[in-house]
């Protein structure tokens, strides 16, 4: 038994070691200039061009696409439990083909579309919508990317949820006390799933901050794209502002295994897949 | 009283019965209409573009498979098999080191390590990218802390090459692992260790002739999982090494941000079609043996 003891502690110490010691010397190396201690790095983050419009841009697209996916996804799972059981392959296939389709294979099917416009499109009223989906101030077309790469955990949370809850003697309730079919989806089923959405919204969250993918090669300048751009000429800084950038995706994905119980986010087939 | 409401129970449900139909089409629509356009037209563009050869002096384009060859020659084969080597190498390390430190955890009593152990696992599978990439490059990078304190450039070593970004990507394919398997390693029963040490039978032969073939589906299902995650990483590799080593990702952002030959676009979306192909071959590995683990632990 001893023997097994020591062997796990050996273990788990080589595990720590691994993966602690990388955070750690992230920080060292983002405080010590010529041996001295110094929060120069962070401080001089915020002054340093596009820090607030990358980060502003990144928690934009983040907050629409957590928006489309929970008016998208929300109605389907609800009508799924509600009596369309028939529809449930349908959805399930829709929201796992994602997974198929790595990221940067998505984006070149992507880019391959948007140049469609000039290309072809050039006299019809479909051109406009393509140039306006570029906006450079808000790209729409990364939040329809997000939306689909955030489908496979979304739905996978949202239906957890549900499984909880059921759904339809609670709808049969709300109907007979006199309420309308939207208020009893508002009133009665979507406080019951406050846990599946906050789940879904976070996991979406997550997603959108650390996308750099599909922002790159589309061109454009979200928060972990600037990260990579400045590394070039501040490497300290660039260090730094990853640093904060996993705290805070941190502290969002543990209030989130708080808030859901007591195991983190069970990461799913989807997010292996694509995240990296 | 009663009678009223019963009559207004049945009057409110008999309509809703027959009305559940078109919401339940009605509220899945949107779904799928925007998956359609989102997800379908840019998978199209790309199946299509795959075969699709543009020829340069008369602008005329035709069908044919000419790109998909293409991708599976030269640089570009060498760039898939420099993926497939490091998410095959990666991926084992991963499901080998992640089995251990499962199993350190599983076994260990303590409720408060094993919960530490995956709520840590849960977000650290989670961390990926350009964070990833920039804590090892201030750790073990040209200036790195510890390339620095231990003199690690003198031993040869280099973070932007093949056995780096190996290094790297056990970060978070471990955790992965971790939260695979602990299900599957939970289902094993101390009863079956006690039958199988009862009929006289050693540690190594418990794990030869009971465990490894239960843990088998799960072992090979984590594995793949991890290929699949390994194979569609390109944040990481492209925020650390650049294209100094040969991987799909790198040589498709390549050609899409048009660092190649004109006429190559569609070279860079072949091998699109080739990763998919790759990454369906995986699901359609994983799904099936998911399920099949799946019976142990019910």
């Known amino acids: 038994m001893a023997r097994l003891n020591l062997w796990r502690w050996a273990v788990l110490g080589l595990a720590a070691l691994y993966f602690l010691v990388p955070l750690g010397a992230s920080v060292v190396f983002s405080v010590d200039v010529n041996d001295e201690v110094t929060f120069d790095a962070y401080s001089r983050i915020v002054a340093t061009g596009g820090f607030v419009s990358s980060l502003v841009l990144a928690l934009e697209l983040a907050a629409a696409t957590i928006a489309l996916v929970l008016l998208l996804l929300v109605p389907a799972t609800v009508a799924l439990r509600l009596g369309a059981p028939r529809l449930r392959p349908v959805v399930e296939v829709v929201c796992s083909l994602p997974l198929v389709v790595p990221p940067i294979a998505f984006v070149a099917g992507i880019s391959t579309v948007l140049k469609w416009g000039p290309d072809y499109l050039s006299r019809t009223p479909l051109f406009q919508t393509i140039v306006a989906i570029q906006n450079p101030d808000f790209p729409f077309v990364l939040v329809l990317a997000y939306v689909v790469m955030a489908l496979p955990f979304a739905y996978r949370a949202l239906d957890a949820g549900l499984r909880a809850v059921d759904v339809p003697t609670l709808v049969e309730a709300a109907r007979s006390c006199g309420a309308s079919p939207a208020q009893a989806l508002l009133r009665a089923v979507l406080p019951n799933l406050r846990g599946a959405l906050l789940n879904a919204s976070f996991l979406t969250l997550a997603l959108v901050l650390g996308e750099y993918t599909v922002a790159h090669l589309l061109g454009y300048q979200p928060f972990a794209v600037w990260i990579v751009d400045i590394s070039g000429s501040q490497a300290q800084m660039s260090v730094a502002v990853s640093v904060l950038s996993l705290l805070v995706t941190w502290v969002l994905l543990l209030a989130l295994a708080a808030l859901s119980g007591r195991r983190a986010p069970s990461r799913s087939v989807s997010q292996g897949m694509t995240t990296p | ?298």
């Open chain 2, 1 to 298: 009283m009663t009678d009223a409401l019963t009559r207004a129970g049945t009057a409110t449900a008999a309509p809703s019965k027959r009305r559940r139909r078109a919401p339940g089409w009605l509220a899945v629509a949107p779904l799928l209409v925007v998956t359609a356009i989102a997800f379908g037209i840019p998978a199209l563009a790309m199946l299509n573009g795959a075969f699709t050869v543009k020829d340069q002096a008369t602008g005329a384009t035709s069908y044919s498979i000419s790109n998909l060859t293409g991708s599976l020659q030269g640089a570009y084969l060498t760039a898939l098999l420099g993926s497939v080597k490091l998410s095959a190498l990666s991926a084992a390390i991963s499901a080998v080191l992640g089995l251990f430190l499962a199993q350190a955890v599983v076994t260990s009593r303590s409720r408060a390590l094993r919960e530490a152990v995956l709520t840590a696992s849960g977000v650290l599978a989670n961390f990926g990218g350009v964070p990833l990439a920039f804590a090892f490059v201030a750790t073990l990078g040209n200036s790195g802390v510890l390339t620095q304190r231990l003199a690690l450039k003198d031993t040869g070593w280099n973070l932007y090459s093949f056995s780096g970004l190996t290094l790297v990507y056990l970060y978070f394919l471990i955790p992965l692992m971790v939260l695979t398997i602990t299900p599957a390693l939970e289902g094993l029963r101390t009863q079956w260790r006690e039958a199988a040490q009862n009929n006289g039978a050693t540690h190594a032969q418990y794990w030869r002739h009971v465990a490894l073939p239960v843990l088998g589906p799960s072992l090979l299902g984590g594995f793949v999982l991890l290929f699949g995650s390994a194979f569609a990483a390109y944040a990481t590799a492209a925020a650390m090494v650049g294209s100094s080593v040969p991987l799909v990702t790198l040589q498709i952002a390549d050609a899409l941000s048009g660092n190649v030959l004109v006429g190559q676009e569609n070279v860079a979306l072949a091998l699109s079609l080739d990763m998919v192909l790759v990454a369906g071959l995986v699901m359609a590995v994983y799904l099936p043996l998911q399920r099949r683990s799946v019976r142990w632990l019910a």
